[in-house]
């Protein structure tokens, strides 16, 4: 499965923070809504396309919270370059 996007509210603290995620698998799409950070919980959506997952992620980032995208760890993981 591929990240290809993670949001995040800019609030930290377990009681405060969300994130939603957007996956693709093959030919599915995954949407995870997540309240409470690493260790919180999770509600997950699947779609057949990235249209109906990217329509969730909108109504799901709509509301008071400063949404910020972050970017997503590329395959292989971060590599610093030498030097």
Known sequence: MEQRKHWWNGKW??????DVFLRVDADRWHVEQRA??????SRF???????????????LLEGPDTWR???????????????
């Open 69 to 83: 995208e972050l970017s997503p760890r590329p395959p292989g993981g971060w590599t610093l370059p030498n030097g």
């Open 36 to 41: 409470g950070g690493a260790e919180g919980i």
């Open 13 to 18: 603290g377990r009681l405060a923070r969300r």
């Open 45 to 59: 959506y699947e779609y057949g396309s990235a249209d109906e997952a990217e329509e969730t992620v909108r109504a």
